[in-house]
């Protein structure tokens, strides 16, 4: 019994660990977009995020670490939502279930060119 209890604090503390929020430079991950047009978060980012991640069993309200359903919560968790949609190294890759295909990238350059343009809750 005892061997059990060890085992799974160490299985829970690797977990914990590995659900801490890195932050990801911004800068680097919007260079070289083209940004022809101002991105309107309600009518073209929010919808995106609402179709492929804000669901109760995913990220809304909070669930699964991240709240995707209010531009405060989205901006201030821009850089790490770009690199999993991006499906970049070292983060668990997005949507939603794993092995789904990425975000087409015409999709992932309206979110970077948000960023780019500051993020704005227009």
């Known amino acids: 019994m005892k061997n059990y209890l060890l085992k799974l604090l160490c ?13 990801v430079s911004i800068s680097n991950q919007t260079q070289n977009t083209d940004c022809p047009n101002i991105i309107s978060y309600s009518q073209q980012i929010q919808p995106i995020l609402n179709q492929s991640c804000v669901t109760s069993y995913c990220h809304g309200g909070g669930a699964n670490g991240y709240d995707l ?16 949609i991006k ?7 997005m949507p939603y279930p794993y ?3 990425k975000l087409p990238d ?15 809750n227009n």
């Open 11 to 23: 299985l829970s503390i690797v977990v914990l660990c590995s659900c801490k929020k890195d932050k």
């Open 69 to 84: 359903s209010n531009h405060a919560s989205v901006s201030d968790n821009a850089s790490i939502i770009l690199s999993v």
């Open 99 to 101: 092995g789904s295909p």
């Open 87 to 93: 499906h970049e190294p070292g983060v668990l890759p």
């Open 106 to 120: 015409s999709v992932i350059n309206h979110f970077q060119c948000w960023i780019s343009q500051g993020m704005l």
